[in-house]
C-alpha cells in the first residue's frame, strides 16, 4: 500500500490542451454539450457516453456508479437501468440526482445536476426494441443490486429464459426502463495549466427558465 501511495502522489498531468472562454460557448447548455459530445466522438475517446449517475439513499448517504447516456436532447439526459436496482430504488425515493463526464483525451468533464423522470411505457419499449437480444435477455435474468449465492444459479437462469423466448420477440419487463435527468445546473470543466481551469457554468433560472452563464474560480 505504501508504495502505491507514493505512486499516486506523484501523479501529475500537463492541462495544456485547450482552453475554455465565454465567448466561445453556446447559449444553451444542452447545445455546448452536443458540441463537446461531437468533439469527444471525433477524438475517439473512450466510451464518451460514459457517466457517473450519483444519487442519494434513505440514509442520505451518496451512492455512484457509471452508467450510459443513450440520448440528449433539449429536454435532458436520457439512460436505461432496472427500476428495481438500487438506483432505482434511490431514484424513486429522492428524484434530484447528478451526472459527470470525463474525457482525459480532452482534459474536460461536465457535471450536470437535476431531476429525475422516468420515461413513458412507449419510450422505454422503443428503446429495449433496439438492443442486443443478448442484452434483452440479460435485462429479465437479473434480479439486479439482489445478493447472488453463486453466478452459476443466474447463468442457469439465463438459458431458461433462452429457451422460454426461443424464435419469440423479447419484450421489456416491467421492472426495466428509462428515465431522464433535466438539468438545471450544468459546468463545463476545461483542464489548463497549473490547476487553474477553466469553469463555465449554466444555471437555470426557476421563474424564467432561462439560462444565466458565468465563470467560477478553479
Not at 458540441?35 to 450519483?54: D, S
Not at 419484450?171 to 463545463?188: C, D, S, T
Amino acid at each position: 500500500m505504501r508504495q502505491i501511495s507514493d505512486i499516486i502522489r506523484h501523479l501529475r498531468t500537463d492541462f495544456s490542451a485547450f482552453e475554455l472562454n465565454e465567448s466561445d460557448v453556446e447559449k444553451n447548455p444542452l447545445r455546448q454539450f452536443a458540441k463537446w459530445m461531437e468533439q469527444a466522438l471525433e477524438a475517439e475517446v473512450n466510451e464518451p457516453n460514459a457517466m457517473t449517475l450519483a444519487t442519494v439513499n434513505k440514509k442520505k448517504q451518496p451512492d455512484a456508479r457509471i452508467v450510459l447516456l443513450r440520448d440528449v436532447d433539449k429536454t435532458g439526459f436520457t439512460f436505461f437501468t432496472n427500476y428495481q436496482s438500487r438506483k432505482g430504488t434511490q431514484m424513486a425515493d429522492n428524484k434530484q440526482a447528478c451526472l459527470n463526464f470525463f474525457w482525459p483525451e480532452l482534459q474536460r468533464q461536465v457535471r450536470i445536476l437535476g431531476t429525475i423522470e422516468k420515461l413513458s411505457a412507449k419510450a422505454s419499449d422503443a428503446y429495449f426494441k433496439t438492443r442486443p437480444r443478448e442484452s434483452q435477455l440479460g435485462a429479465w435474468a437479473s434480479d439486479q443490486s439482489r445478493e447472488l449465492n453463486d453466478r452459476h444459479a443466474l447463468v442457469e437462469r439465463l438459458e431458461l429464459l433462452e429457451k422460454k423466448f426461443e424464435g419469440k420477440a423479447v419484450a421489456r419487463p416491467p421492472h426495466w426502463g428509462g428515465y431522464r435527468l433535466k438539468p438545471h445546473h450544468i459546468e463545463f470543466w476545461q483542464g489548463r495549466p497549473s490547476r487553474l481551469h477553466d469553469r463555465i457554468i449554466y444555471e437555470r433560472s426557476r421563474n424564467s427558465g432561462k439560462w444565466r452563464i458565468f465563470r467560477l474560480f478553479p
